[in-house]
């Protein structure tokens, strides 16, 4: 899941080279933290949400069909960065 993710982000984004993706497993989920630079933020979650909501659908069903532990994304705001609800400063979104 963590290739497919990357892939995904990669192809949205301005700056590839800076997307960082990281596994935290749990027992029965598999989060993936995904890390872009600020200028890219916008880019990931879209308008409304769009983007990554998308981007959680296909993971979501890739685990599922692959028998593979429930799978979630969630985006890690980059230190000093803000968000335009203003909520989460420097943690994360997720759904």
């Known amino acids: 899941m963590k290739d497919?993710?990357?892939q995904m982000v990669?192809?949205?984004v301005d700056y590839p080279e800076q997307v960082e993706i990281t596994e935290v497993e749990g027992t029965d989920s598999l989060i993936l933290e995904i890390r872009?630079?600020?200028?890219?933020?916008g880019k990931v979650i879209g308008r409304n949400g769009r983007i990554i909501n998308a981007m959680r659908?296909?993971?979501s069903a890739a685990?599922?069909?692959?028998?593979?532990k429930r799978t979630s994304l969630?985006?890690?705001?980059?230190?000093?960065?803000?968000?335009?609800?203003?909520?989460?400063?420097?943690n994360t979104w997720s759904a």
């Open 10 to 12: 990669k192809s949205v």
């Open 57 to 59: 659908t296909i993971v």
């Open 74 to 90: 969630e985006i890690i705001e980059p230190e000093g960065g803000s968000n335009s609800l203003g909520a989460n400063r420097g």
């Open 63 to 68: 685990s599922a069909a692959k028998g593979s």
């Open 36 to 41: 872009v630079s600020q200028e890219d933020m």
């Open 4 to 6: 497919l993710t990357e």
